[in-house]
């Protein structure tokens, strides 16, 4: 039975801040934007809390790009690592090639060096930014380093085979095909040209006349 619970969320962006669930059926744009949000709880009978995670993550570079400016998950106020986690901070950012690798931190709190997460309740442990570049809806994949996954008793959530790891959200974008109208001819138009080039050829045929 797992002992680690996850959430992994698209969240709208309401003028900077974020808002509600993504909606499936309302299709983002080029150059709209949204959060991408990973919660985690212990689940334990008896919970503990975490002391430390990293996650990784996967996007189509060509339709989505992370905006966080800077990138700086050591920052101890940043929002891509919960501020819990004061240790070890870090992550890596590529947008070339579409990946968020090692993001994540630890906490020590017996020594007084930042406190649990997700004790009885689900918390966010990473919160990023990302706009949209390209159409078609998109893959977002996340993987949880279960092996940094650390429980306030020193386990892993790697000891146990039914911990989740991975996750996917797909990311509604307008379509890349959408179709161009192209009006049909219209026979009135047809008629008044027509009805138009007439006196002018009776005209000239009258001059050569």
Same mark, same amino acid.
């Given at each position: 039975?797992? %002992?680690?619970?996850?959430?992994? %969320?698209?969240?709208?962006?309401?003028? /900077?801040?974020?808002?509600?669930? $993504? =909606?499936? #059926? #309302?299709?983002?744009? *080029?150059?709209?934007?949204?959060?991408?949000?990973?919660?985690?709880?212990?689940?334990h009978?008896? @919970? +503990?809390?975490? &002391?430390?995670?990293? +996650? #990784?993550?996967?996007?189509?570079?060509? !339709?989505?790009? =992370?905006?966080?400016?800077p990138? =700086? @998950?050591?920052?101890?106020?940043?929002?891509?690592?919960?501020?819990?986690?004061? $240790?070890?901070?870090?992550? &890596? $950012? %590529?947008?070339?090639?579409?990946? +968020?690798?090692?993001?994540?931190?630890?906490?020590?709190?017996?020594?007084?060096? /930042?406190?649990?997460?997700?004790? %009885?309740?689900?918390?966010?442990?990473?919160?990023?930014?990302?706009?949209?570049i /390209? !159409?078609?809806?998109?893959n977002?994949?996340?993987?949880?380093?279960?092996?940094?996954?650390?429980?306030?008793? /020193?386990?892993?959530?790697?000891n146990? @085979? &039914? =911990?989740?790891?991975?996750?996917?959200?797909?990311?509604p974008?307008?379509?890349?095909?959408?179709?161009? &109208?192209?009006?049909?001819?219209?026979?009135?138009i047809?008629?008044?040209?027509?009805?138009?080039? *007439?006196?002018?050829? !009776? !005209?000239?045929?009258?001059?050569?006349?």
């Amino acid at each position: 039975m797992p %002992n680690l619970a996850v959430e992994f %969320n698209l969240i709208e962006d309401i003028a /900077g801040t974020p808002g509600g669930f $993504l =909606n499936q #059926n #309302n299709p983002l744009n *080029i150059g709209d934007r949204f959060f991408v949000q990973v919660l985690m709880r212990d689940i334990h009978s008896n @919970p +503990i809390g975490l &002391t430390g995670s990293a +996650i #990784n993550l996967n996007f189509e570079a060509n !339709k989505i790009q =992370n905006i966080d400016i800077p990138f =700086n @998950p050591v920052a101890p106020d940043s929002p891509l690592v919960n501020s819990n986690f004061p $240790l070890f901070r870090g992550g &890596t $950012l %590529n947008n070339i090639n579409g990946t +968020i690798t090692d993001l994540g931190g630890a906490s020590f709190p017996d020594a007084g060096l /930042g406190s649990l997460l997700g004790l %009885n309740q689900l918390e966010q442990f990473s919160l990023m930014h990302f706009q949209v570049i /390209g !159409k078609g809806s998109s893959n977002f994949i996340l993987n949880v380093d279960l092996s940094q996954t650390i429980f306030a008793d /020193g386990t892993l959530a790697a000891n146990d @085979p &039914t =911990n989740p790891s991975q996750f996917i959200q797909i990311v509604p974008i307008v379509p890349a095909d959408n179709p161009v &109208t192209i009006p049909e001819p219209s026979l009135n138009i047809g008629l008044f040209i027509l009805l138009g080039v *007439i006196p002018v050829l !009776k !005209k000239q045929y009258a001059k050569r006349l």
